[in-house]
């Protein structure tokens, strides 16, 4: 199966000439990589916020809860969160948007964290709008995640021009900003049964980043690899200046994937991992990525309004908190899921 994978990668990028223009030389790449140490860290999302939009929105961005919730990370050692960002939240208030994301910035700096920003998204809700947030369905994980831009897109393709003004916007007034490691442009393109019709967007979003030039690498993670996505990957793949990828698997699953992107020969950062249900866990990825060197940054941080301690197709509708969670590491009062789990995370970051 590792073979067919790589031969067909190989195969179709030949076949559609496809050329990454500006990409980082995999020496380049790798220089950078050596210099940020060993990167580790969580998808985060405070507590207090159901999705992109209430994270970032001016009636709802929450520096308090970030304030205390990325402390209790620099507890952990970690150096990285990957933070979602949604477009609706800048075409309401470009400035004040931006100001935010400094802000935001700003707070993580000082806890030693650096962010990855990730702009599109296929996953979850399809409905989106400013203003209030819908309130967290019981026992539903991500019952108030939206897409970014979603089917939007291919109803209304005279969008793509917001689109684009509102990535080069963010990227130019950030390309040289040391606090951010990492520029994630689309998130699980295809997903939802988009598949190749994400391709497009996919397309012109590292386009539009190449059209900046930041100063941090880009990337978008490959995540499926049932043949249906293999242009999708191959695209990903040979564009990205550092491989990023998805992977909830048990150990022998997640090796057998390292060893096939491998053969790219630039920096691994693993953007998803740790569902406990699925055997993907602390005590054992997060040792073995160190030992590889490849970055690790799990799904979920503190259990708050995405209800992500709650599996993907196993809705809870009392709302009771399971017994083995699926997502994320503290409560809101910041008291651990599994004193043990802590202890291993902060062994392997060195804080023990």
């Keep these: 199966?590792?073979?067919?994978?790589?031969?067909?990668?190989?195969?179709?990028?030949?076949?559609?000439?496809?050329?990454?223009?500006?990409?980082?030389?995999?020496?380049?790449?790798?220089?950078?990589?050596?210099?940020?140490?060993?990167?580790?860290?969580?998808?985060?999302?405070?507590?207090?916020?159901?999705?992109?939009?209430?994270?970032?929105?001016?009636?709802?961005?929450?520096?308090?809860?970030?304030?205390?919730?990325?402390?209790?990370?620099?507890?952990?050692?970690?150096?990285?969160?990957?933070?979602?960002?949604?477009?609706?939240?800048?075409?309401?208030?470009?400035?004040?948007?931006?100001?935010?994301?400094?802000?935001?910035?700003?707070?993580?700096?000082?806890?030693?964290?650096?962010?990855?920003?990730?702009?599109?998204?296929?996953?979850?809700?399809?409905?989106?709008?400013?203003?209030?947030?819908?309130?967290?369905?019981?026992g539903v994980h991500n019952s108030g995640w939206v897409r970014d831009p979603g089917t939007m897109?291919?109803?209304?393709?005279?969008?793509?021009?917001?689109?684009?003004?509102?990535?080069?916007?963010?990227?130019?007034?950030?390309?040289?900003?040391?606090?951010?490691?990492?520029?994630?442009?689309?998130?699980?393109?295809?997903?939802?049964?988009?598949?190749?019709?994400?391709?497009?967007?996919?397309?012109?979003?590292?386009?539009w980043a190449r059209a900046v030039n930041p100063s941090q690498p880009i990337s978008a993670g490959v995540w499926n690899w049932d043949p249906k996505f293999t242009e999708l990957n191959a695209f990903q793949i040979e564009n990205s200046d550092v491989i990023t990828y998805h992977n909830y698997a048990y150990i022998d699953n997640h090796k057998q994937r390292i060893s096939e992107l491998r053969t790219q020969n630039r920096p691994l950062i693993c953007t998803e991992y740790m569902a406990r249900r699925n055997g993907s866990l602390f005590q054992t990825i997060l040792p073995m990525l160190k030992q590889e060197n490849i970055g690790a940054i799990n799904w979920g941080f503190v259990s708050g309004k995405t209800n992500t301690i709650f599996a993907w197709d196993t809705p809870i509708a009392s709302g009771k908190e399971p017994e083995l969670w699926f997502h994320d590491i503290f409560r809101k009062d910041g008291t651990p899921f599994s004193e043990d789990e802590i202890n291993k995370i902060k062994a392997v970051t060195g804080k023990k």
């Excluded at 050692?77 to 990957?82: E, I």
């Excluded at 609706?88 to 964290?113: C, E, M, P």
């Design 1 to 138: 199966m590792k073979h067919v994978l790589i031969v067909s990668l190989y195969l179709l990028l030949s076949v559609t000439g496809l050329q990454a223009q500006n990409k980082w030389t995999a020496e380049k790449a790798n220089q950078w990589y050596k210099k940020q140490g060993w990167v580790r860290g969580c998808n985060f999302q405070p507590s207090t916020a159901i999705n992109q939009l209430e994270m970032f929105q001016a009636a709802t961005f929450d520096p308090q809860t970030i304030d205390r919730e990325l402390g209790w990370a620099e507890g952990l050692g970690l150096n990285v969160m990957r933070v979602y960002l949604h477009h609706v939240a800048w075409t309401s208030d470009k400035a004040g948007f931006k100001n935010r994301l400094d802000q935001y910035l700003t707070i993580s700096n000082k806890h030693g964290i650096k962010t990855v920003f990730v702009f599109f998204d296929d996953c979850w809700n399809d409905e989106y709008r400013p203003g209030k947030q819908p309130d967290p369905k019981p």
């Design 153 to 207: 897109i291919l109803n209304h393709p005279d969008s793509l021009g917001v689109l684009e003004a509102y990535v080069k916007d963010v990227m130019t007034t950030f390309k040289n900003d040391e606090r951010i490691l990492l520029w994630d442009l689309y998130n699980e393109p295809g997903n939802s049964g988009y598949i190749n019709k994400s391709l497009p967007l996919l397309k012109n979003v590292f386009t």
